[in-house]
T-cell receptor, first 114, second 115 residues
Framework: KAGVTQTPRYLIKTRGQQVTLSCSPI?????VSWYQQTPGQGLQFLFE???????NKGNFPGRFSGRQFSNSRSEMNVSTLELGDSALYLC?????????????FGQGTRLTVV | ELKVEQNPLFLSMQEGKNYTIYCNYS?????LYWYRQDPGKSLESLFV?????AVKQEGRLMASLDTKARLSTLHITAAVHDLSATYFC???????????????FGKGTHLIIQP
């Protein structure tokens, strides 16, 4: 059974550019959440998608957005990149948020903004 | 606002010793998770604790949950070098129909086990 797949694994972007990250959840999983991990702030919740709808959003500016497709694959987009956006972005997939099921994380995309 | 505090944040110990990592959280929840992260890698799920008094064990690791005290512990027995990693606890405030702000993580405990 394939795990959570995130692409690309590494990215280097310049300030002001935008970036799109992709996440393919485990087959059958319908909930996808995104997290940002930095040395200073730790792991922080970005947003969650279920059935193509954003269910929750963390405390991040509007430059951070996402979407989910009908096959449950999700993308997140960051526009007008800032140096502080450099981080490991992790995607988590779970079966259903309403059930007490664990979240499985992908390998992450390491974004460096220069 | 939910706060999750882990301690210690850094722990260096010798092989063969026992130790406990503590995870306190500020708001009532009965869903708590423990994850392991190796350097440069993703999060690996270790335990899912879903009720007061829940205890789960896997090898040399044992996790427990006391929802009344809002406390979870991760106990390491007879540590071995391979357990060196960063351990995170995470609390889930999901409410059916109401959603929640995803998982709230502690800052992590960086564990080094020396031979």
């Amino acid at each position: 059974k394939a795990g959570v797949t995130q692409t690309p694994r590494y990215l280097i972007k310049t300030r002001g550019q935008q970036v799109t990250l992709s996440c393919s959840p485990i087959s059958g999983h319908r909930s996808v959440s995104w997290y940002q991990q930095t040395p200073g702030q730790g792991l922080q919740f970005l947003f969650e998608y279920f059935s193509e709808t954003q269910r929750n959003k963390g405390n991040f500016p509007g430059r951070f957005s996402g979407r989910q497709f009908s096959n449950s694959r999700s993308e997140m987009n960051v526009s007008t990149l800032e140096l502080g956006d450099s981080a490991l972005y992790l995607c988590a997939s779970s079966l259903l948020r309403s059930m007490n099921t664990e979240a499985f994380f992908g390998q992450g995309t390491r974004l460096t903004v220069v | 606002e939910l706060k999750v505090e882990q301690n210690p944040l850094f722990l260096s110990m010798q092989e063969g010793k026992n130790y406990t990592i503590y995870c306190n959280y500020s708001t009532t929840s009965d869903r708590l998770y423990w994850y392991r992260q190796d350097p440069g890698k993703s999060l690996e799920s270790l335990f899912v604790l879903l009720s007061n008094g829940a205890v789960k064990q896997e090898g040399r690791l044992m996790a427990s949950l006391d929802t009344k005290a809002r406390l979870s512990t991760l106990h390491i027995t007879a540590a071995v070098h391979d357990l060196s990693a960063t351990y995170f606890c995470a609390v889930d405030m999901f409410q059916v129909g109401g959603g929640a702000d995803g998982l709230t993580f502690g800052k992590g405990t960086h564990l080094i086990i020396q031979p």
